[in-house]
């Protein structure tokens, strides 16, 4: 698992890691046109695994959060059960916690538009990813409004949507909907039982980086696995 991050969020304490999104209840399957667009990311890395989710831009590139890939090893991307793809990291932003995928090959799944349009108190918005050891879910909720993050050591103060869309585990990088339009990015959860609401990043906040690392890919540090020393 990779270094969780703990930040205050309007007064209650949130976590962020691909397994660390906690579980109020349960959700529906999304329509089909839909879930071809969403994908499960996974990356091996040094005897370890991270699990989160991931979306479509085009046939060839998908987000998810920079979380997810930190450290990339292998990653392959999967849609219920079955390898769409194996892919790189060609572009990360970890004080927004948002990465770029290029896969392997083309994939023919719906490719989502990023809202330039910040989300608004009201606006009805759906999750959608895929939890450890389920299918693709979806959960409807609005939004609440936004909140700032207590910048935590090496990280910057951010504003993010909340949102009372049920997430769970594994649903981190998944795509947070208006209608057919990402509005932001699966991120933040409370800590369970707080009650309190989750958390996206705002597509108007990364959709700027994703747009140049499609056309201009950048060179992600990897960091290999090293032989113990003898």
Same mark, same amino acid.
């Given at each position: 698992?990779?270094?969780?991050?703990?930040?205050?969020?309007?007064?209650? &304490?949130?976590?962020a890691?691909?397994?660390?999104?906690?579980?109020?209840?349960?959700a +529906? !399957? #999304?329509? !089909?046109?839909l879930?071809?667009?969403?994908l499960?990311?996974?990356?091996?890395?040094?005897?370890?695994?991270m699990?989160?989710?991931?979306?479509?831009v085009d046939r060839?590139?998908?987000?998810?959060?920079?979380?997810?890939?930190?450290d990339?090893?292998?990653?392959?991307?999967?849609q219920?059960g079955r390898?769409?793809? !194996?892919?790189?990291?060609?572009?990360a +932003? @970890?004080?927004?916690?948002?990465? &770029?995928i290029?896969?392997?090959?083309?994939f023919d799944g719906h490719?989502?538009?990023? @809202?330039?349009?910040?989300a608004l108190?009201? +606006?009805?918005?759906?999750?959608v990813?895929y #939890? &450890?050891?389920?299918?693709?879910?979806?959960?409807?909720g609005?939004?609440?409004? @936004?909140?700032?993050?207590?910048?935590? #050591?090496?990280?910057?103060r951010r504003?993010?949507?909340?949102? +009372?869309?049920v997430?769970?585990?594994g649903?981190?990088?998944?795509p947070? &909907?208006?209608?057919?339009?990402?509005?932001?990015?699966?991120?933040l959860?409370p800590?369970?039982?707080s009650?309190q #609401?989750s958390?996206?990043?705002?597509?108007?906040d990364?959709?700027?980086?994703? @747009?140049?690392?499609?056309?201009?890919?950048?060179?992600?540090?990897?960091?290999p696995?090293?032989a113990?020393? !003898?």
């Amino acid at each position: 698992m990779s270094r969780a991050r703990v930040v205050a969020v309007a007064g209650s &304490l949130v976590v962020a890691g691909a397994l660390l999104l906690t579980t109020r209840g349960a959700a +529906d !399957r #999304p329509a !089909r046109a839909l879930q071809s667009g969403v994908l499960r990311v996974e990356n091996r890395s040094c005897g370890r695994a991270m699990l989160g989710s991931g979306f479509l831009v085009d046939r060839r590139h998908a987000v998810t959060a920079a979380h997810v890939v930190e450290d990339a090893g292998t990653i392959t991307l999967r849609q219920s059960g079955r390898l769409v793809a !194996r892919g790189t990291v060609v572009g990360a +932003d @970890s004080a927004r916690d948002v990465a &770029l995928i290029k896969l392997e090959r083309a994939f023919d799944g719906h490719a989502f538009a990023l @809202s330039r349009r910040a989300a608004l108190r009201g +606006d009805v918005v759906t999750a959608v990813g895929y #939890p &450890l050891g389920a299918p693709l879910v979806q959960a409807h909720g609005a939004v609440l409004g @936004s909140a700032s993050t207590l910048p935590a #050591p090496g990280f910057a103060r951010r504003t993010l949507i909340q949102t +009372d869309a049920v997430v769970s585990p594994g649903q981190s990088g998944g795509p947070l &909907l208006g209608g057919r339009t990402v509005v932001g990015m699966i991120d933040l959860s409370p800590v369970q039982g707080s009650g309190q #609401p989750s958390f996206a990043v705002s597509a108007g906040d990364f959709a700027g980086a994703i @747009s140049r690392w499609r056309a201009d890919p950048e060179a992600v540090a990897q960091h290999p696995c090293r032989a113990p020393s !003898r």
